[in-house]
């Protein structure tokens, strides 16, 4: 390389660390000053032999990310100085002690959670890319700001991935959709958020990208002067009331129109809010709120609103801090027309999220949300019970979620993603109130736990010491929060049954003669094809393992001379994961509906489910019911075109699951016999009571009863106990 090239770079250098200072948001004190300049140095100083795939120097890829958080985030100098140093570490010569010894404390942590972040492997199996962003998400917690610099390390880097290898170019764009876009959404940068988008598309799916950028581009004239009629009806009576306000368009993003057309599978021109008008304003804070409800007055004068689509977050800011006034007018030509309403403020909080919550709040009173929405994601996270990839999506479900806002018994106000039920309620107050929910009632009313609540809802939880939590509790719920505390709980439950289980088997193996050891437990896992110990135990604590099978399995143990020859050809198998300590699930049997119905189907050729996939049923005309994987390809069109024909569905494990039995008992009626029976039922522990009905004549009873059961040992005990009570003559199982 030339000296004049190198000059040539060092002026750029320079340059933009001259810019640097000027773009940033926050006003830079002295001090603050001087932390960048040093940081800056030291920055150059490490990099100063490195340069990028591009062959620019690497030190402007430092810069550009600080850039990002200087301006367009907003954050402090400390950020600042963290982005500028934010490889040194990883790619240098350069300690975090030397970093911490010329910086601090603060910005060493910083550094440090960031390159923990960029030490996970990206690993081509699901579920270790998902352990990684576990990993990635723990360092939350240490500083919300170490999220927020790789958010902006990571659009710097979408931004200048030209000269990367087209494979790579997927993989780190895949990402990026997957994981950092609803990040930055939930942390409150919706810009980013819409750029990370828009250049995820880009790579992943680059022709649909440039057909709907191209479109966009050749409608623009059209938009423009759409905007420019729209604002000139409503100019005149805004400027009767001496407001002083800015009204521009603002395009929908081609990630947000992608996910439209193939959300209600229309074509783009049939996607009618290609673009939203944004009304601005200045305001003091004791006029704010008026204001805005002053200018949606002026619009729905003049324009008709839709009053389903009126938005109001100025009462009740979003958790992301977001407020704003959102209505939905039919404007010019017939087309109806978003209209954001905002003070100068909340635009600024809409843009910059976090950072401009900072500079309007005092510093002692932090932000609320987003600290509440970091305890809870610390609440998640500590729950390492569940696997990874169902904690990222349990987590995924909670980044992009609407909200809704419902008030507890004394009328405070919580808010849940759109679709939550009473039992995500009940989870959300605390983890206790959730698992010793008996029921729920919505506005005075008793309502099932899987009612979908409704914002202004007022909701109150009714608990008991005896509930507890069962498997059908997960289809009633949709926080990623109250699913991993369900699981955890269940985990637990299916533990005590295998504790209880192995030392039944102990004493009903010994009475076979046979030690319960290793050798034992894994011929008993093979003999039953079982994958575990612990499903093992399981079996034998709720007793689907019975003591038949168990002689039977003494049986062909005994019988030696097989086994002789059997050895001979085969080895005997060990199973790799006999001592894990998990039960494993077996997903064996097909379930149709609420009642979770065993109906007749077939598999559907288009996609091909296979037994764990998500699906649903769908009937046919002549065919019976046909099974579809959730994302095949022809779903969307089904739903839409015949949802009277869906029936939800789900894979089950037959071996864990309830299932409900008709008894009929008759007898000679005397007083008290209901109550004895009842209380036979409710003393056992694995049985559920759903519906009772007893009707007597002329001394003689019969009595109808429902009963949910594990299996057919619970059942027969049961009726054995039953028969055992004075009066009751025969009980039968319809």
Known sequence: MTEQFIEEENKQIAKQYKELLRIS??????????????????????????????????????????????????????????????????????????????????????????????????????????????????????????????????????????????????????????????????????????????????????????????KIEDSKEEQNAYIREF?????????????????????????????????????????????????????????????????????????????????????????????????????????????????ERMNEIAEKGYAAHYKYKNKEQEDQGLDAWLNKLQDTLENSEINAVDFVADFKLNLYAKEIFVFTPQGDLKSLPKGATPLDFAFSIHTEVGMRTRGTKVNGKLVPLSHELKSGDQVEILTSDKAKPSASWLDYVTTGRARSKIKSSLKEEVKEIAAEGKVVLARKLKSLKIPLDEKTVNQLVVFFKLQTS???????????????????????????????????????????????????????????????????????????????DPVFGFTTVSDGIKVHKKNCPNAIQMQSNYSYRILPAKWIDSSQQDFSVDLEITGIDNIGLVNEVTKVISNNMHINMRSINFSSNDGIFTGLITVVVKNKTILNNLVNNIKKINGIDKVSRL
Request: glycine share 4%; aromatic share 8%.
């Open 534 to 612: 612990l499903d093992l135990f399981y079996r034998v604590g709720s007793g689907i393992i019975d003591n038949k099978m168990l002689k039977d399995f003494a049986a062909s143990r005994n019988n030696a001379l097989i086994s002789f020859f059997k050895n001979r050809i085969r080895k005997p198998q060990e199973k790799e994961n006999i001592n894990k300590d998990e039960i494993s699930v077996n997903y064996d049997q097909l379930v149709f509906g609420k009642d979770e119905q065993k109906l007749d189907f077939t598999m559907a050729n288009c996609c091909n489910p296979i037994p764990g």
């Open 25 to 214: 948001y926050q006003t830079l004190s002295k001090e603050d000053k001087k932390l960048i300049r040093d940081a800056f140095d030291i920055a150059v100083d490490a990099h100063k032999d490195q340069r990028r795939k591009s062959g620019e120097a690497y030190i402007f890829h430092p810069i550009a990310v600080a850039k990002i958080v200087a301006s367009e985030i907003g954050l402090d100098a400390t950020s600042i100085a963290a982005a500028l140093l934010h490889d040194v570490v990883e790619d240098t010569d350069y300690t975090l002690g030397d970093l911490e010894q010329m910086f601090g404390e603060t910005v060493a942590r910083i550094v440090d959670g960031l390159t923990k972040i960029s030490n996970l492997k990206s690993e081509k199996d699901v579920s270790l890319q998902a352990e990684n962003f576990r990993k990635m998400l723990l360092t939350l917690n240490e500083d919300v700001r170490v999220i927020i610099i790789k958010i902006a390390d990571r659009l710097h880097n979408m931004q200048t991935m030209e000269s990367m290898p087209a494979h790579k170019q997927v993989k780190i764009a895949s990402e990026t959709l997957y994981i950092y876009a609803p990040l930055a959404h939930r942390i409150g940068l919706y810009n980013i958020k819409t750029e990370l988008e828009d250049l995820g598309l880009k790579y992943t799916e680059p022709e649909v990208y440039q057909d709907i950028y191209d």
């Open 231 to 343: 604002s000139k009806v409503i100019e005149t009576s805004l400027d009767e009331e001496k407001l002083n306000y800015n009204i521009k368009g603002r395009p929908k993003s081609i990630f947000s129109i992608r996910r439209k057309m193939l959300k209600q599978n229309v074509t783009f021109d049939e996607v009618y809010d290609k673009f939203a008008v944004r009304i601005i304003y200045r305001s003091d804070a004791e006029n704010e709120k008026f204001i805005a409800w002053k200018i949606y007055s002026i619009v729905t004068d003049h324009f008709r609103p839709n009053p389903t689509r009126l938005r109001d977050w100025i009462s009740s800011p979003k958790s992301t801090g977001y407020e704003a006034l959102h209505i939905t007018v039919m404007g010019p030509k017939g087309r109806w027309v978003e209209v954001q309403i905002r003070s």
